[in-house]
């Protein structure tokens, strides 16, 4: 697949609207991010089908059910394809295509305490970035844990500092 060249192209794209996540069972994963978010989707159990909308999914059919949670800055949509049915992703943090959602947060190590009791699991024990691990150095001192949702989707917390830090 060939791309433009950037030095002779720039879109321009400024502005996330949302994200949307591929999921096997739209229930259990509203429950998931209803307990993660501490919010309830502005949408739950809508449905998109028909040849239009298959067309521009790439798909010969669509049919799907959704629910859409609104953060201050970003909407998820949890999309359970009903026709057809995909395999599930082999995610993981190192496989290209393979993507994360990064929850930005005041303190990741009483967020991930929180969590831990409430039953979320981790991949890993939070980390701090140190000197030497990470560009740019004023980077140095982000906090970062790494957990999934109900489907494998990659999911973080982070405390950023310096250069992870970004301005509002």
Do not use: W
Not at 26 to 42: I, M
Not at 74 to 89: N, R, S, T, W, Y
Not at 123 to 137: D, K
């Amino acid at each position: 697949m060939a791309f433009p060249n950037p030095s002779t192209v720039s879109i321009g794209l400024k502005k996330a609207a949302h994200v949307g996540i591929a999921v096997s069972d739209l229930d259990r994963s509203v429950a998931f991010y209803q307990a993660l978010l501490g919010a309830e989707p502005v949408v739950r159990d809508e449905s998109m089908h028909g040849a239009g909308f298959a067309q521009s999914q790439g798909l010969p059919t669509t049919k799907l059910r959704y629910a859409t949670f609104n953060l201050d800055n970003l909407g998820i949509d949890l999309i359970q394809f009903q026709e057809p049915v995909g395999d599930a992703a082999q995610v993981a943090a190192n496989r290209p295509g393979s993507m994360h959602l990064c929850f930005h947060v005041d303190d990741v190590r009483a967020v991930y305490d929180r969590m831990n009791e409430a039953g979320f699991e981790f991949l890993g024990q939070p980390y701090t970035f140190a000197s030497g691990e990470v560009e740019p150095p004023a980077a140095v001192g982000t906090d970062v844990a790494y957990f999934n949702d109900p489907d494998g989707t990659n999911l973080e917390i982070i405390a950023p500092k310096g250069g992870f830090a970004r301005s509002e």
